[in-house]
């Protein structure tokens, strides 16, 4: 979201129970020019009642069906199911695999979103390459 709609969001990302930013997520976000260095799991609860939303969007049941209800109520909310790849155990390679492949699926996902937030709204100044 960040290398698409930067200039026009600032962008949070939190999770219900953090674990850490996964060495696969690293691997592959670097094959694609994005290094993930100074970024850090945080928990949902660090922004309850700190901070207001315009946008949630979630991107998996886990936390679609456990966030908690003050976080949501903040603006508009939005859920994109993709598959944990975290949750599959295979070889090295194949798990490489699956990560490129949820990747790509979630930056197909911002690209759209962020056309139509452009349609819909008339903005203009948002980075998109």
């Known amino acids: 979201m960040r290398k698409y709609a930067g200039v026009q969001f600032e ?3 939190a999770g219900l ?3 850490g930013i996964n060495p ?6 670097e094959e694609v020019g994005l290094n993930l260095d100074g970024q850090w799991s945080k928990n949902v609860k660090e922004y309850i009642e700190k901070k207001t939303f315009d946008y949630v ?4 049941a886990h936390a679609e069906e456990n966030c908690p209800t003050a976080f ?3 603006g508009k909310h939005e859920h994109w199911y993709f598959e944990d790849p975290a949750g599959f155990k295979d070889s090295d390679k ?3 695999g699956k990560f490129r492949e949820v990747r790509e699926q979630i930056d197909m ?3 759209e979103w962020v056309a139509e937030f452009i ?3 008339g903005k203009s100044n948002i980075v998109y390459k």
């Open 11 to 13: 962008i949070f990302s």
């Open 119 to 121: 349609i819909i709204n």
């Open 109 to 111: 996902k911002i690209r």
């Open 24 to 29: 696969y997520t690293c691997r592959v976000m």
């Open 57 to 60: 969007i979630t991107v998996c």
């Open 72 to 74: 949501l109520g903040t």
């Open 17 to 19: 129970v953090p674990k």
């Open 94 to 96: 194949k798990m490489l």
